[in-house]
C-alpha cells in the first residue's frame, strides 16, 4: 500500500468541512506545486496534481495567471 493510500484510508474527514488547496499556488518566486514535485523527480505526485488541475508556473504564466 503507498503512503498516500495509508494516509487516506487512516484518516477520517468530514466532507463539508474539508477545503481543498489551491494546486496552483505559485511561491515567491513563481513556482507551483507542480514545479517542486517535477523538480524532486516525484512522477506519481505530479501525476496527482495534474489530475486535480495542476500546471507549472510556466504554463500558469503563458495563460496570463
Do not use: S, W, Y
Request: net charge positive; glycine share 10%; with cysteine.
Amino acid at each position: 500500500m503507498r503512503t498516500f493510500d495509508t494516509i487516506r484510508a487512516n484518516t477520517k474527514l468530514n466532507p463539508t468541512t474539508v477545503r481543498c488547496p489551491d494546486v496552483n499556488a505559485k511561491n515567491k518566486f513563481g513556482g507551483t506545486p507542480m514545479d517542486n514535485a517535477k523538480q524532486a523527480n516525484q512522477t506519481e505526485t505530479a501525476d496527482i496534481i495534474r489530475k486535480h488541475g495542476g500546471k507549472t508556473g510556466k504554463e500558469l504564466k503563458a495563460e496570463g495567471k
